[in-house]
């Protein structure tokens, strides 16, 4: 098992929403770990386009908490709401009905064309 570099994690980006570390590949791809793994004390992130892998040298305490399996549940449904437009209030301003389930449909309608 060959390692290409060592890298501190505070070189990597990560991503809140993901919880994953990056780091850029030689081959133009990047490497890639989760938090949950780094928690779980793997430090080895391998590239998922090329054979090379880094070692990742950290401590745990400087690890962003995991979330719990109900916060990660919420959040998650948090997420979906959004992404589907379904977040909206009872009634807009001037307490338009047909106004609220029209944005809802075009909400609807422009998820289902993206896809």
């Not at 386009?49 to 109900?70: A, N």
Request: net charge negative.
């Amino acid at each position: 098992m060959s390692i290409y570099e060592e890298v501190e994690i505070e070189d990597l980006d990560y991503d809140p929403v993901q919880r994953v570390y990056t780091y850029p590949c030689p081959c133009g791809d990047k490497f890639r770990i989760t938090l949950e793994d780094l928690w779980d004390g793997e430090d080895i992130a391998p590239c998922p386009s090329c054979t090379l892998r880094i070692m990742i040298i950290y401590d745990e305490e400087d690890l962003p908490p995991l979330p719990s399996d109900e916060d990660t549940d919420d959040d998650e449904d948090k997420e979906q709401e959004e992404e589907e437009g379904l977040k909206y209030s009872q009634e807009d301003e001037n307490g338009n009905e047909e106004k609220k389930m029209e944005n809802h449909l075009v909400s609807s309608i422009q998820k289902s064309l993206t896809v």
